[in-house]
Nanobody
Framework: QVQLVESGGGLVQAGGSLRLSCAAS????????MAWHRQAPGKQRELVAG?????TTDYQDSVKGRFTISRDKNTVYLQMNNLKPEDTAVYSC????????????WGQGTQVTVSS
């Protein structure tokens, strides 16, 4: 069982920045895809950004140019710049042993609130 520890959420004004971190307990040799998802109240969970084992990245259109996903060993980061009120959500990290961004292990979630 992979344990994920998230940090970095909080309250920020529109236009501000936050950096989320998520450290996985398992060896990097078994981790392939890493990602961040988010879920706003009353909405379905959605993929925000993902990064493959080879470093290929995918972004939701609404965050392109503002968010950057990166990874270092067993930790995945999400740098969020120029935050907007519509970015407010619970952000959860994900790691998996395959290329899927849905089948694997999830963090407990961290709240990001952007005030206007």
């Amino acid at each position: 069982q992979v344990q994920l520890v998230e940090s970095g959420g909080g309250l920020v004004q529109a236009g501000g920045s936050l950096r989320l971190s998520c450290a996985a307990s398992e060896s990097i040799f078994s981790i392939n895809a890493m990602a961040w998802h988010r879920q706003a109240p009353g909405k379905q969970r959605e993929l925000v950004a993902g990064i493959s084992g080879r470093g290929t990245t995918d972004y939701q259109d609404s965050v392109k140019g503002r968010f950057t996903i990166s990874r270092d060993k067993n930790t995945v980061y999400l740098q969020m710049n120029n935050l907007k009120p519509e970015d407010t959500a619970v952000y959860s990290c994900f790691v998996g042993r395959t290329s899927s961004y849905d089948l694997g292990y999830w963090g407990q979630g961290t709240q990001v609130t952007v005030s206007s």
